[in-house]
C-alpha cells in the first residue's frame, strides 16, 4: 500500500478539476502514491471527520493541508519535502 494523498472536491467548485488533474499526473508518476478523491456532497460525514472548512483542501500523507487554489509547483514542492524529511 502507498502513501495516500486524500483531496477534498464538489462538483461546483472551479479550482478543483485543474487540481485534480494535477493530482492525477503526480500519482501517475509515482507509483508509490494513491490518490483517494472525496466528493463533500456525498461524503458530507467525511468531511466534517477531516474537518474540511474549504475546498478543494488536499491532505499530503504527512497530514498537511494545501487548501485552496495551488499550482502544480508548490503542490510538487510540498510534496518533495515531504518525501525527502519524511
Not at 483531496?7 to 485543474?18: I, V
Not at 485552496?68 to 514542492?77: L, N, P
Request: proline share 5%.
Amino acid at each position: 500500500m502507498g502513501l495516500k494523498i486524500l483531496f477534498f472536491t464538489s462538483a461546483t467548485c472551479s479550482w478543483c478539476p485543474f487540481i485534480e488533474q494535477v493530482l492525477e499526473r503526480i500519482v501517475e508518476e509515482a507509483p508509490h502514491l494513491e490518490l483517494e478523491i472525496i466528493d463533500i456532497t456525498k461524503d458530507i460525514e467525511r468531511a466534517e471527520e477531516m474537518e474540511i472548512v474549504a475546498i478543494p483542501t488536499v491532505i499530503l500523507p504527512n497530514n498537511q493541508r494545501i487548501i485552496g487554489a495551488a499550482d502544480e509547483a508548490f503542490i510538487r514542492e510540498q510534496l518533495d519535502f515531504y518525501l525527502i524529511m519524511g
